[in-house]
């Protein structure tokens, strides 16, 4: 009966060790496997086993990106002002073996080695440098944590500066220059806005100018034509009644001529009808062929009055 419980006691303790013996590594997991105290191998993803009482898994490596957030660090400018700046660090583990041999505590190692290249950084650069660079120093606090944290099998990818918290008489003084610009670009916008409405006004009376006198000239225009117009139908009027005169001289001529009236007769009657066509206004006077011998008409009765 003895022997039979020692026997089970042994199949227990073989499953436990057994059991104990398979490790299963999970995804973006890494296992450092020592032998006898010394490195044997770094296991990957997927299942494995160990040797009993010989291996044992010294170091459980995540593979992931991982973040710190290092608490606020105190800094000096090179204009010798004290501020406190708090970063981020973004990291991966890309060596196990690396990392679970290069430092002690790699995370206190990151966090000392980024204060320190913080403060170098900032020490080359002043005040308003400082608060206008983040992209320039995140920049260059990646380069050189990434240098040194390479022995340690450790990528940095990303470094940010969370917070920058100057003195509070800095933050005084930076608020009261904030509102001094703000009051001046105030100042030069209306003084702007100002300036365009007087030009706006100004071009609009010039517009305005510019219209009135195109209409007066429209107006002295159609003025102009207008009594070009009325002198145009005045004269046509007035050649218009001399020709009916004279056409009514020259019906009346031949009717007396029909009548058996002689030349002289008939001449006669024409200077009479010339002279009351004289008598009108008109500028131009048409002489009809009828009185074309007027002049031997006038001649001729000159000899018979001597």
């Known amino acids: 009966m003895g022997g039979l419980i020692a026997l089970v006691v042994v199949l227990v303790l ?26 044997q191998q770094t296991w990957s993803v997927g299942l494995h086993i160990k040797v009993p009482f010989i ?47 290069g430092v ?5 190692a990151i966090e000392n080695l980024t204060a320190t290249t913080l403060r170098n950084i900032i020490g080359e650069m002043e005040l308003d440098q400082t608060l206008t660079s983040r992209e320039v120093i995140n920049t260059k606090m990646r380069a050189s944590l990434d240098i040194a944290t390479d022995p340690w099998g450790i990528k940095v990818n990303r470094v940010e500066l969370k917070n920058i918290i100057p003195p509070a008489a800095i933050q005084d003084a ?15 916008l209306r003084a702007e806005g100002e300036k365009k409405s007087t030009i706006l006004v100004a071009e609009g009376q010039k517009e305005s100018a510019i219209l009135e006198a195109e209409a007066e000239k429209q107006s002295a225009i159609l003025r102009a034509e207008a009594e070009k117009e009325k002198m145009i139908r005045e004269a046509e009027g007035e050649a218009e009644a001399i020709l009916k005169v004279q056409k009514a001289t020259a019906d009346g001529i031949r009717m007396i001529r029909e009548a058996g009236a002689d030349e002289a007769v008939l001449r006669i009657k024409s200077l009479e009808a ?8 008109a500028t131009k006077i048409i002489i009809p062929s009828e009185i074309q011998g007027l002049a031997g008409l006038a001649a001729s009765a000159k000899e018979v009055f001597k």
């Open 274 to 281: 010339f002279e009351k066509a004289a008598d009108g206004q």
């Open 14 to 39: 073989a499953v436990i060790i057994l059991m104990s013996c398979i490790k299963i590594v999970p995804q973006a997991h890494a296992y450092v496997v020592e032998r006898l105290g010394a490195y």
């Open 174 to 188: 930076m608020e009261k220059q904030m509102k001094a610009e703000r009051e001046r670009r105030e100042a030069i």
């Open 104 to 108: 002690e505590n790699p995370i206190m």
């Open 55 to 101: 291996d044992t898994v010294a170091k459980r490596v995540i593979l992931k990106e991982q973040v710190v957030d290092f608490a606020p660090q105190p800094v000096i400018t090179k204009d010798n002002v004290t501020m406190r700046i708090d970063t981020v660090v973004f990291f991966q583990i890309t060596d196990p073996k690396l990392f679970a041999y």
